[in-house]
């Protein structure tokens, strides 16, 4: 396993729309096993294959407390929503990025799983949040999208500093 680099906010990847995946096999379930070591590294709960430049329709997740409920959903589809609610958000491609966003409160989706299995599966609460969330990052969806278009320049402007900062202090420590 190895762990991948996360790309940030505003790289223009993430906007990418992922193709459905044709045939699971081992260099599919090699990307899982990365993406998971990755997510888990990064202490996130879910992690879209757009997020890792990887532009195919596929998400890991985990939303258990001890990190041992670990899900794959290749090609998902949202079948039902019902519903809703605001909840805040974050997200690994949004360092220190937090806000509210609205979502459905029930979902059932329906995916194929590492094994290439169909599967479909109720979800609600952080699961059907983190559900929603990676489906979006497949479709190049943002959840700042979801938000006023000042807060997202203001979200855009903080993380383009950080990283100029962050680009400093790495030229300065060479």
Known sequence: MAKMTVLKYPDERLRKVAQ?????????????????????????????????????????????????????????EITKAEGHFKNDEGCLSFPG?????????????KALDKNGEEFSMNAEGLLAICIQHEIDHLNGKLFVDYL??????????????????AEKFASEAQ
């Open 20 to 76: 459905p995946i044709a045939k699971v096999d081992d260099s599919i379930r090699a990307v899982i096993d990365d993406m998971f070591e990755t997510m888990y590294d990064e202490q996130g709960v879910g992690l879209a294959a757009t997020q890792v430049d990887v532009h195919q329709r596929l998400f890991v997740a985990d939303c258990s407390e001890d990190q041992n409920e670990p899900l794959v959903f290749i090609n998902p």
């Open 148 to 165: 006023s278009p000042l807060k997202r320049e203001r979200i855009r402007k903080k993380l383009e500093k950080e990283q100029r900062l």
């Open 97 to 109: 990025v937090y806000a509210k966003v609205e979502r459905a409160e029930t979902i059932t989706v």
